[in-house]
Nanobody, 119 residues
Framework: VQLQASGGGLVQPGGSLSLSCARS????????MGWYRQAPGKQRELVAT??????ITYGDSVRGRFTISRDNWNTVYLQMNHLQPGDTGVYYC???????????????WGKGTQVTVSS
């Protein structure tokens, strides 16, 4: 399975960006799709995840500003509003699932897209 993220860029504080992540390749089971981010010198952190039952979890710093959604399990989206400099980082999309029924549950990562919030 491959994940291709797009939509990153440079935006001023208070602005908005939309990210998307398209899945290609086969996978037997998907439990969650989501977004994580990593700022320079910091650990990767949760942004948002969405489950098959559409249960959504947001990181504390983005709750109320970001919205995650999905198109079946083909594409996951992240609408980011009221962006702040602290939102700067590389955003990675992620699948939590099983490649086949014989494989262990694993996390699959895309290459990431840069988001920079700066005036």
């Amino acid at each position: 399975v491959q994940l291709q993220a797009s939509g990153g860029g440079l935006v001023q504080p208070g602005g908005s960006l939309s990210l998307s992540c398209a899945r290609s390749g086969t996978i037997a089971s998907i439990y969650f799709m989501g977004w994580y981010r990593q700022a320079p010198g910091k650990q990767r952190e949760l942004v948002a995840t969405i489950s098959g039952a559409n249960t959504i979890t947001y990181g504390d710093s983005v709750r109320g500003r970001f919205t995650i959604s999905r198109d079946n399990w083909n594409t996951v989206y992240l609408q980011m509003n009221h962006l702040q400099p602290g939102d700067t980082g590389v955003y990675y999309c992620n699948i939590d699932g099983r490649a086949s029924s014989r494989d262990p549950r694993s996390r699959y990562w895309g290459k990431g897209t840069q988001v920079t919030v700066s005036s």
